[in-house]
């Protein structure tokens, strides 16, 4: 290779490289549209407009929130992947998006190894087994012996088909060789207040939706699908400590945006993401709100994605569930 050749080559490689990080440097130069695949007024648009508006402030540009609920978040996840990835575009994705829908759908119209990227984790959503006061199950132990006296006759219920919380009855279900009749609501809110109001008996609930309830003596949380008790509830055993040491789920929600994102635009959103999210403000409207901060650069976030992606389709495709 002649001296010459080297010499523009290596120019072109520096140019590159410096176009990057210029790219990265003017980033952003516009507002940035964050989309929330959930309608506007429950825990994950509470999330997204906590950390946007700390993101806005920290960016110097406004973080527009657009919500496009429906289909088990595929709505919202479609739009997303169809949009240019130019740092532009982010998206609130959870287990749902990324893990259970690849199972709970014959076919998917997004793919989501394929067509997003991980930015960072940002915080999980603590689920709780829940009784009506009024029941009679005094802890899991009574709960879970009426359940196997009367096999098909104690319904619980859910914010909906495939959800976390859905999941993870079944996943209590599978391990405790419970049948039980599983009531899918339309979100959290409708099937909270049939619990309280006593047409149903139970349900599992995130931190989040049923604090309030909680703490106003409504609802009733026998348990937690956590590793260990929660902050806001430490006279709440978890599940693991009561015996079922294999029982563990959350719903965990992090940040992608379109693969063809450039690599310095990602990196620089991972910092500041976590950044917005171990901020004062935004702490302590998480606490307000019982979720957990889970600050995570997009290495851990992909680990954690890959890791709940070998177990979760499986007891999908065990349990008959699915969407289509």
């Known amino acids: 290779m002649s001296n010459r050749r080297s010499l523009l080559i290596g120019a072109a490689v520096l140019a590159s490289a410096y176009c990057g990080l210029a790219q990265a440097d003017a980033y952003p130069s516009k507002p940035v549209r964050w989309v929330v695949a959930y309608a506007a007024g429950g825990g994950s648009d509470a999330l997204a407009r906590a950390v946007g508006t700390q993101l806005s402030a920290q960016l110097g540009q406004s973080v527009l929130i657009d919500n ?3 289909g088990a978040t595929v709505i ?11 740092g532009y575009t982010v998206f609130t994705a959870d287990n749902g998006t990324l893990v259970f829908n690849t199972a709970l759908f014959k076919k998917l119209s997004y793919d989501p190894q394929k067509d ?13 087994l829940a009784v009506n006061p009024n029941a009679g199950y005094a802890d899991v132990k009574a709960l879970l012996e009426a359940a196997k006296a009367n096999p098909g006759k104690l319904s619980f219920g ?11 009855m079944e996943m209590l279900k599978s391990r405790a060789k419970l049948d039980m009749v599983h009531i899918a609501y339309r979100g959290a809110a409708p099937a909270i207040q049939d619990v309280v109001g006593g047409q149903l008996p139970l349900m599992v609930v995130d931190s989040a939706a049923g604090m309030q309830m909680i703490k106003a003596g409504k609802l009733k949380p026998l348990a937690t699908f956590s590793k260990s008790r929660l902050a806001a509830l430490p006279d709440v055993p978890s599940l693991m400590e009561l015996g079922y040491t294999d029982v563990e789920a959350v719903a965990w929600q992090g940040l992608v945006v379109p693969s063809a994102t450039p690599k310095d635009v990602v990196a620089k959103l991972s910092v500041e993401l976590q950044k917005a999210i171990q901020s004062e403000p935004v702490r302590a409207q998480f606490t307000t709100m019982g979720i957990e901060p889970t600050p995570s650069d997009a290495a851990a976030m992909q680990k954690h ?20």
């Open 305 to 324: 994605w890959s890791q709940e992606s070998q177990y979760w389709p499986r007891l999908i495709r065990e349990r008959g569930i699915s969407l289509d």
């Open 68 to 70: 496009k609920p429906g």
């Open 76 to 86: 919202g996840a479609e739009n997303v992947a169809k949009s240019p990835g130019d």
């Open 116 to 128: 997003f990227t991980a930015v960072g984790m940002m915080a999980r959503f603590p689920l709780l």
């Open 158 to 168: 859910s914010p909906g088909v495939g959800s976390p919380h859905h999941l993870a």
